[in-house]
């Protein structure tokens, strides 16, 4: 780790740091007294890629230690300090190194940020939640989450309570949740996308919009990037479920809007999502992350109803393929190898892979899309695609069609 310490301050800097000094002394007092819970460090001023510092409070060998958590960009590295030495280390860290500190005790949470005009602004608000959480022993932190579980989203939600507990019979949500942003941040890691200086997110079929709220706290909380976040949906009840959700806790950048996905006008989408978007939903949704040039797109298809009534059997395949089950389970590798294809053929470095399975539905499948930094000759794809479709007598895939039209225009 290597952090700026502090240079010596002009009168008028040293007012302004009158709430830096409060935070430190609440920081401090809250681990000396054992309120403390976490202390999470972002907007990192240095020249590090490194993403946010994260504190929290670990028991080794009977004794408590401050765990110094660095995420980078491409790793994350792990220190810890006596709780003498971490507290030494913080005083020279924040609001020199970090623009934001946001600190969570069992009492109170506390956000110091300095503002672009150089104001040290403090908010401290109250929590409800009175028991100590269980201190980190050596065991259970391995568990890695990539969510924050105190995030207030959550609670909003309804996938954790007042108290920050996960409610039991969302633990399958939580789950999903934490895999998608384990996934997104492994893909942004891939693209420039860090240092954009505006992020467009678009999200095609956004439901109740659990992973839609998760993706503007991975960019907005986590990243602390300016990130717009649109969830489009076709029940205008969840989009006013999920926009009065999002008011109601004063989130920024993150909107919902009714519309198809099939008619819907977008530019400009950096990060393109559609998750279990029905049957060719997926295809609009994949053309649009194309055609706006999204650095991202991710998808986890559902209901494949296109290809299936196409496939004519191959003489051999018949005993096989008689079987629904089995003809249905081709349909939907054939569709995605298609949608995959396609997107290499586009300028996309192309993975397909198991995403979550949730309890009631065996969705769990993901395509993930990131745009090639420099092109290539893609006629060996091309050909690829229409053996395929000569193979198992396919006319009509709707990608394919999209794509197509849009080339002719
Ligand atoms: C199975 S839900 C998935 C919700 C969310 N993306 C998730 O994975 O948790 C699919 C959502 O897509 C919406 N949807 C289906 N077809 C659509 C279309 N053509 N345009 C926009 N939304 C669509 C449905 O109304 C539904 O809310």
């Given at each position: 780790?290597n952090?700026k310490?502090g240079?010596?301050?002009?009168?008028?800097?040293?007012?302004?740091?009158?709430?830096?000094?409060?935070f430190?002394?609440i920081?401090t007092?809250s681990?000396?007294n054992?309120?403390?819970v976490r202390?999470?460090?972002?907007?990192?001023?240095?020249?590090?890629?490194?993403?946010?510092?994260?504190?929290s409070?670990?028991l080794l060998k009977?004794q408590l230690q401050l765990r110094?958590l660095s995420?980078?960009t491409t790793n994350?590295i792990?220190?810890?300090f006596?709780?003498?030495?971490?507290i030494d280390?913080l005083?020279h860290?924040?609001t020199?190194?970090?623009?934001?500190?946001h600190l969570?005790?069992?009492?109170q949470?506390c956000q110091?940020s300095?503002?672009?005009?150089?104001?040290y602004?403090l908010?401290?608000?109250?929590?409800?939640?009175?028991?100590?959480?269980?201190l980190?022993?050596e065991?259970n932190?391995q568990k890695?989450r990539?969510?924050?579980?105190s995030?207030?989203f959550?609670?909003a939600l309804?996938v954790?309570d007042?108290?920050g507990?996960i409610i039991p019979?969302m633990?399958?949500?939580w789950?999903q949740?934490?895999k998608?942003?384990?996934?997104?941040?492994?893909?942004?890691?891939e693209?420039e996308?860090?240092?954009?200086?505006q992020?467009?997110?678009?999200?095609?079929?956004s439901?109740k919009a659990?992973?839609t709220f998760a993706m503007?706290?991975?960019?907005?909380?986590?990243?602390?990037?300016?990130a717009?976040?649109?969830?489009v949906?076709?029940?205008?009840n969840?989009v006013?479920?999920c926009?009065d959700t999002?008011?109601a806790i004063?989130?920024?950048?993150?909107?919902?809007e009714q519309g198809?996905?099939?008619?819907f006008?977008?530019k400009?989408?950096?990060?393109?999502?559609a998750?279990h978007a029905c049957d060719v939903?997926?295809?609009?949704?994949i053309?649009?992350?194309?055609?706006?040039?999204?650095?991202?797109?991710m998808?986890?298809p559902c209901?494949?109803?296109?290809?299936?009534?196409?496939?004519?059997l191959?003489?051999?395949?018949?005993p096989?393929l008689?079987?629904?089950?089995h003809?249905g389970q081709?349909?939907?590798?054939?569709?995605?190898?298609l949608?995959?294809?396609?997107?290499?053929?586009h300028?996309?470095?192309?993975?397909?892979?198991?995403?979550?399975?949730?309890?009631h539905?065996?969705k769990?499948?993901?395509?993930?899309?990131i745009?090639r930094?420099?092109?290539?000759?893609?006629s060996?794809?091309l050909k690829?695609?229409?053996?395929?479709k000569?193979?198992?007598g396919i006319?009509?895939h709707?990608?394919?069609q999209l794509?197509?039209a849009e080339s002719t225009?």
């Open positions: 780790m952090y310490l240079n010596s301050l002009s009168t008028v800097q040293k007012i302004k740091r009158d709430n830096e000094q409060k430190q002394q920081l007092d681990i000396t054992g309120s403390f202390l999470v460090l972002g907007k990192y001023q240095g020249t590090e890629p490194l993403l946010r510092l994260e504190i409070p670990l009977e110094f995420e980078y994350h792990t220190k810890n006596s709780v003498s030495a971490g280390q005083k860290l924040m020199d190194s970090f623009k934001q500190a969570f005790t069992t009492k949470q110091l300095i503002s672009k005009k150089g104001k602004l908010h401290c608000q109250r929590t409800e939640q009175t028991q100590a959480t269980p980190l022993s065991h932190r890695q990539y969510v924050e579980q995030r207030p959550l609670t309804g954790t007042q108290q507990q019979a633990s399958n949500k789950k949740i934490n998608f942003i384990e996934i997104l941040q492994a893909a942004v890691k693209t996308l860090l240092s954009a200086q992020l467009h997110v678009a999200d095609f079929g439901g659990y992973l503007h706290d991975y960019f907005c909380h986590t990243l602390g990037l300016d717009q976040i649109t969830g949906e076709l029940r205008q969840l006013n479920l926009n999002a008011k004063q989130l920024k950048g993150l909107q919902f198809d996905v099939k008619h006008k977008a400009g989408i950096n990060v393109m999502v998750l939903a997926t295809d609009y949704a053309h649009m992350g194309i055609r706006t040039g999204a650095e991202i797109i998808c986890s209901c494949h109803k296109e290809i299936r009534p196409q496939i004519s191959p003489v051999v395949m018949a096989m008689k079987h629904g089950i003809l081709e349909a939907e590798m054939v569709t995605d190898s949608r995959a294809l396609l997107l290499e053929a300028g996309y470095q192309t993975k397909v892979f198991e995403f979550i399975s949730l309890e539905t065996s769990n499948k993901m395509i993930l899309a745009k930094k420099t092109a290539r000759d893609n060996a794809v690829q695609i229409a053996a395929i000569q193979f198992y006319d009509q709707c990608l394919e794509l197509q225009e």
